[in-house]
Structure formats: C-alpha cells, structure tokens
C-alpha cells in the first residue's frame, strides 16, 4: 500500500466535511452581521438574527432579553446619537450536530454617544470581552438561539458636548 500517496482535492472533500465548514461559515457570519448590523445599520434588526426564542444576556448582572420581539425593542432603543465600532477576533465555531453550534468570539467596543457627524480623536476602548453564542439551524437558516456578554473590561460611554453653531 503505498501510504505517500496524495490528499485528494479540497473539491472531492467529503459531504461530511463541507456541510460542517459551510455551517461554520455560516455561524462565522452571523457574529459579523451581527455587530456591523449594530455599527451601521439598523440596531433592532439584529433582532432578525435570532431565533423566534433568541436570548441575549449579561453573564453578570440581571440583564436578560428574550424573543424576538424584545430584542428588537431592546437593541432599537439605543441612542440615535450613538457612534460605535465592534471589533471581533478569535471566532472559533464548533458544530455540535448537523443543526446546533456553539461559538466564543473576542471583541472590543468603542463607543460615544452625542456623536453629530465627522471623525472624532481616537479613544480607549469602553467595552472588551468574549461572546459566548449558541446557533440553530432553522428552516435550513442559521441563527443565534442565545448569546452570553462576559466583560473583562468596561466602563461608562461617553457623551460628547454639544458642539456650537458655525
């Protein structure tokens, strides 16, 4: 048996193998949409990501928020005037069936609000911490059933002072 033999194409992978990496894919983009959603687009659509049950919730404190359509009254309250950036690293998914996974991710939050436009000076960032997520697969649709917020450091946002008239 000749055991120097060649690995065979990634385009002859088995089924097995590609249904994993695209759902790890998948599970890997929800985490990005999820914050750029937060960032530049609408906030309670994020809400959109979940599953109908969907849970976000603060590994300390009492903040909970469940279902869809808390979640979208939660998110979409936040500040019209709030200016912030999500940067998330270390995105490691784990396929725990063929319609279940699981995921940490490191982020770090810069955040102000009272923002009115242009670029600001740089600043710390408020918020940095681990996403703990849970993904089900619905109707052939990858969402998050739960995500945890742990934060290793944090602190207050900031509000700008108004600028004056020109």
């Known amino acids: 048996m000749d055991t120097d033999a060649p690995e065979p194409p990634a385009s002859r992978a088995s089924p097995d193998l590609l249904d994993r990496l695209i759902a790890e894919r998948a599970c890997e983009r929800l985490v990005v949409e999820f914050v750029r959603t937060l960032d530049l687009g609408e906030p309670g659509d994020v809400a959109e990501l979940f599953t109908p049950d969907g849970v976000w919730e603060w590994a300390e404190g009492d903040r909970r928020i469940e279902g869809r359509d808390t979640l979208r009254a939660y998110f979409g309250a936040r500040p019209a005037d709030r200016l912030s950036r999500r940067l998330c690293t270390n995105i490691l998914v784990t396929l725990t069936s063929a319609s279940?996974?699981?995921?940490?991710?490191?982020?770090?939050?810069?955040?102000?609000?009272?923002?009115?436009?242009?670029?600001?000076?740089?600043?710390?960032?408020?918020?940095?911490?681990?996403?703990?997520?849970?993904?089900?697969?619905?109707?052939?649709?990858?969402?998050?059933?739960?995500?945890?917020?742990?934060?290793?450091?944090?602190?207050?946002?900031?509000?700008?002072?108004?600028?004056?008239?020109?």
């Open 100 to 166: 279940t996974a699981s995921a940490s991710t490191y982020f770090t939050t810069y955040r102000v609000d009272g923002h009115t436009g242009g670029m600001l000076p740089p600043r710390l960032p408020v918020q940095v911490g681990h996403y703990e997520d849970t993904f089900r697969k619905v109707d052939g649709r990858w969402l998050l059933a739960a995500r945890a917020l742990f934060l290793d450091f944090g602190g207050p946002t900031e509000r700008l002072a108004p600028t004056a008239p020109r």
